[in-house]
């Protein structure tokens, strides 16, 4: 998608600059909304670029790293603002562009025709998304109705329901207990074995038949009850109010946290040979960097 900065400055006698020949200057930046980083030994650039005609913009933040940009609280935002960058317009005769960043050695091929340059500011705003991705929407995953998802912790784990894979801690993922059957994104037919009006995903005895979901294993343990089935017409035991065959757990699974940030960056007072520019909106960094996860077991109880 392009996100084009169409700027028009209006120039008078009170201005930093002057034309002779009338007193508007139109300058047309037509780039995509979204640019790259590239981290040096010490330094971080942005950049993007485009081909017809070749041009690129850039941004060099010294003595800093992608690190800090994505140093967020859980599910939370930061705001870095002022940070003092050099901004770069280049132009290229090349009818189009390639590698010119993040390379050891320069691509010899590239042909510059103008590179102006500005000391400016920057504002960068980075957004934390959680999620446990199974199969419920974190809004939903709301057990107090206050708003708070992190107070949400169905079985007491400490990893509040948004983040955790197995919300009722019965070693059945959230995600195999079919808390939306149909996929509409609604929670009402979410499935409920026993009929107690608690859904399986946080009933922590799903067949209502006393033995604990975590506990009907038969001969070996595995922490997975879904694999134990005496009846196969039935399913796993844990679905089977007629078995309830104990073997206690010791342990939860592993639980995996996906993390996906969003970085977005303002640019302030640009200062180029004809053009002043107040404000520039920069648009959404796309990098690898950005979707991470996190694997653990929590704390048995």
Do not use: W
């Not at 913009?57 to 960058?85: F, G, M, Q, R, T």
């Not at 189009?96 to 000391?119: H, V």
């Not at 990893?159 to 207990?177: A, C, F, Q, W």
Request: hydrophobic share 30%; charged share 30%; glycine share 6%.
């Amino acid at each position: 998608m392009r996100n084009s900065f169409l700027i028009v400055i209006i120039l008078s006698l009170l201005t930093t600059f002057s034309c002779n020949d009338g007193d508007i200057i139109t300058v047309e930046f037509d780039f995509d909304d979204t640019f790259s980083a590239c981290e040096g030994v010490s330094d971080l650039v942005f950049y993007n670029t485009k081909n017809d005609p070749s041009e690129s913009l850039s941004i060099l933040i010294p003595s800093y790293s992608l690190e800090k940009i994505l140093a967020v609280e859980e599910n939370d935002s930061l705001i870095i603002e002022n940070l003092a960058v050099t901004f770069n317009y280049r132009t290229y005769s090349n009818s189009s562009i390639s590698n010119l960043f993040c390379n050891d050695i320069p691509n010899s091929d590239i042909d510059i025709m103008s590179d102006e340059e500005s000391a400016s500011t920057v504002k960068i705003l980075t957004i934390l998304t959680e999620d446990d991705n199974d199969g419920i929407p974190a809004e939903l995953e709301d057990i107090n109705g206050n708003g708070d998802l992190k107070d949400d912790d169905s079985d007491g784990d400490g990893i509040p329901n948004y983040k955790d894979v197995d919300d009722d801690g019965d070693n059945i993922l959230t995600r195999s207990e079919n808390p939306d059957p149909n996929g509409d994104g609604l929670l009402d037919d979410a499935q409920d074995t026993d009929g107690d009006g608690k859904p399986d995903y946080l009933d922590t005895d799903d067949d209502g038949d006393g033995a604990l979901t975590r506990d009907e294993e038969t001969d070996t343990q595995n922490n997975n009850p879904i694999d134990d089935i005496t009846n196969s017409d039935i399913g796993p035991d844990y679905l089977n109010a007629d078995v309830a065959t104990e073997i206690t757990a010791t342990t939860f699974r592993q639980h995996t946290i996906y993390k996906t940030y969003e970085v977005f960056m303002t640019i302030y007072d640009i200062t180029l040979s004809n053009l002043y520019l107040e404000e520039l909106n920069f648009g959404r960094l796309e990098n690898s960097s950005l979707s991470d996860s996190e694997s653990f077991v929590p704390d048995f109880n």
